[in-house]
């Protein structure tokens, strides 16, 4: 079992900066894909960014390329995203999430994720 506690929300103004933090106990996510979602109310999961399990390649969703940034360092045991040029319509609460050894690349759908945390909220006033 992989345990993931997601931190780093909190509230911003437009065009602030926030960095979310995701730390993993348990197993190791040496090997695993990983990933970052958000998920509004009422509304399904979206994918935002992933990470291959070494950290050479990354992929994001189109709202995040060029904002977001997403990084860890391998055989570490966390992952960060950092949140930059926010806009109001990025609050909601976000997910980080492991995808098991061997997952496809990009990693990009909820299915293939097996752990995720609690997620944390992030809220950007205009």
């Known amino acids: 079992q992989v345990q993931l506690v997601e931190s780093g929300g909190g509230l911003v103004q437009a065009g602030g900066s926030l960095r979310l933090s995701c730390a993993a106990s348990?197993?190791?996510?040496?090997?695993?894909?990983m990933g970052w979602f958000l998920q509004a109310p009422g509304k399904e999961r979206e994918f935002v960014a992933a990470?291959?399990?070494?950290?050479?390649?990354?992929y994001y969703t189109e709202s995040a390329k060029g904002r977001f940034t997403i990084s860890r360092v391998h055989a570490e045991t966390t992952v960060d995203l950092q949140m930059n040029s926010l806009k109001p319509e990025d609050t909601t609460v976000y997910y980080c999430?492991?995808?098991?050894?061997?997952?496809?690349?990009?990693?990009?759908?909820?299915?293939?994720?097996?752990?995720w945390g609690q997620g944390t909220l992030v809220t950007v006033s205009s």
């Open positions: 999430a492991a995808a098991p050894y061997g997952s496809s690349w990009p990693t990009e759908r909820d299915h293939e994720y097996r752990y």
């Open positions: 348990g197993r190791t996510i040496d090997s695993a894909n």
């Open positions: 990470i291959y399990w070494c950290g050479t390649i990354t």
